[in-house]
């Protein structure tokens, strides 16, 4: 049973895993097969629980990183001795159930494409070596994008091309058309910033954006200098897997709230639902909160964090100025009160992914100016937190961990952190990662203790 303690503070927290359909997977690697969630919702229908934490993370490949980071988060919560005093205090008994969600979501692939990798994307020398590791980048990508014939013959011609020129004047028509099947392929679409994660895009023309691309020679979506016609690939990786974070919180993370919830209306308990979610895990939780068409949560979560959110600025918003009369995908949540304590986001300029990579992917040049109260077409929720009209947002500060926030029922707070979330762990995503800190954990219970 994937049962995790972080070792410094003994905490333990469970571990969902699922496949990229959101099938729950059974190959534990504590070596205990067998479905997790219905033991877990028998754990909480028989134990004293008083408040449960569900938590997803963002763009991570494997379980090991999954747990990494969870352990690093949870960590940082047990660290706020001073929140759960007061949460023993408010909250009697205070019991929480921790239930990490951990899905594929690696949209960039850096470790296949890291230096000392058998494919080069320099030269036109493509040995038999490179050519079997070429077959594992089209088995990768084809897991991220779209795994059918049509996809893995246009992935081929694509990896072939970049192998023999990685950043050629303009695209082969081959390759253009390579790119167009893949897009296809994929199902993604093209409905501008009100669309879902994922179709929340201009229509794609490989072509444009590859000059595009050409054109900013600083644009990076990975960590190595890989080329701009494999950054084009990335490209549609990154939209894939805002896809499968929305799909994945509209169906597995929000079938297992109901089900937890469902568990806890039968004891008759007082207990409470808080959801936590950082980079692509921001869409799975809003996912999750809105729910697919015509279903809706049992009832309203007492909390929601979302840290450094990779998704739209206008997601909760009731009218995007870029796209007016439409709301943003997310709008529901806000609408139906499905939070009935605070939403807190988190943002940070240090944040490479979300400032830079984010807008990047959506061939935002990075020149453009916008008049003092704008905000992009394209931005990322923890760059600019959560804007638009009908969205009743408070901007802060973060504050260090004893000094305590005055959160209001019904709002949506914007944290600048920049002072706390700075630690630059990559070039391309710089502190994007660097969210388990006192302060910011401290930011989450003040949430959940409203």
């Known amino acids: 049973m994937p049962i995790k303690t972080v070792p410094e503070f003994r905490l333990p927290y469970y571990l969902v895993c699922v496949d990229a359909t959101g099938a729950e997977r059974t190959d534990d690697p504590d070596g205990i097969n067998g479905r997790l969630i219905p033991r877990l919702t028998e754990v909480l229908a028989k134990e004293p629980y008083t408040d449960v934490f569900l938590m997803s993370h963002g763009w991570m490949g494997d379980v090991p990183n999954a747990i990494r980071q969870y352990n690093r988060w949870v960590g940082a919560m047990a660290t706020c001795e001073v929140d759960i005093e007061r949460a023993t205090k408010v909250r009697t008994g205070f019991r929480p159930l921790l239930v990490g969600f951990h899905w594929p979501s690696l949209p960039y692939g850096d470790e296949e494409m890291c230096p000392g990798s058998a494919v080069s994307f320099s030269t036109s020398d493509l040995s038999a070596t490179a050519a079997l590791q070429t077959t594992t980048l089209i088995d990768a ?32 028509p081959e390759v253009t058309q390579a790119f167009g099947v893949l897009d296809r392929e994929a199902g993604l679409g093209s409905g501008g910033p009100s669309a879902a994660p994922g179709s929340d895009r201009e229509p794609f023309d490989p072509e444009a954006l590859y000059q595009s691309v050409l054109d900013d020679s600083e644009v990076t979506f990975g960590s190595f200098g890989i080329g701009p016609v494999i950054r084009l690939l990335q490209n549609l990786s990154f939209f894939k897997m805002k ?43 809003s996912a999750t909160l809105a729910g697919p068409p015509g279903k809706a949560i049992a009832a309203p979560v007492n909390s929601a964090f979302l840290a450094q959110g990779a998704l739209s600025l206008w997601s909760y918003c009731s009218d995007i100025p870029y796209a007016k009369g439409s709301s ?15 939403v807190v986001t988190t943002q940070s300029k240090h944040d490479t992914a979300v400032c830079k990579a984010y807008p990047a992917a959506c061939f935002v040049r990075r020149d453009v100016a916008f008049a003092p109260g704008e905000f992009p077409k394209y931005g990322a929720l923890g760059a600019f937190g959560a804007r638009g009209a009908g969205v009743e947002a408070v901007n802060l500060k973060m504050l260090d961990w004893d000094q305590p926030y005055a959160f209001d029922r019904g709002k949506i707070y914007n944290i600048e952190s920049s002072q706390y979330i700075a630690k630059m762990e990559s070039l391309s995503s710089g502190a994007h990662n660097d969210i388990a800190h006192r302060q910011v954990a401290h930011a989450m219970w003040s949430a959940v203790l409203l």
């Open 141 to 172: 990508y084809s897991d991220r994008i779209a795994n059918t014939p049509a996809a893995r013959e246009a992935l081929e011609i694509i990896f072939s091309a970049a192998a023999a020129d990685a950043a050629p004047p303009e695209l082969p």
């Open 243 to 285: 896809d499968r974070a929305r799909l994945l919180g509209e169906t597995s993370v929000h079938t297992l709230l109901a089900t937890l919830q469902g568990a806890v209306k039968e004891t008759g308990r007082d207990v409470r639902f808080h959801l936590m979610g950082h980079s692509f895990g921001c869409i799975v939780m």
């Open 328 to 342: 943003g995908y997310f709008r529901s949540i806000i609408d139906a009160k499905r939070v009935s304590g605070a």
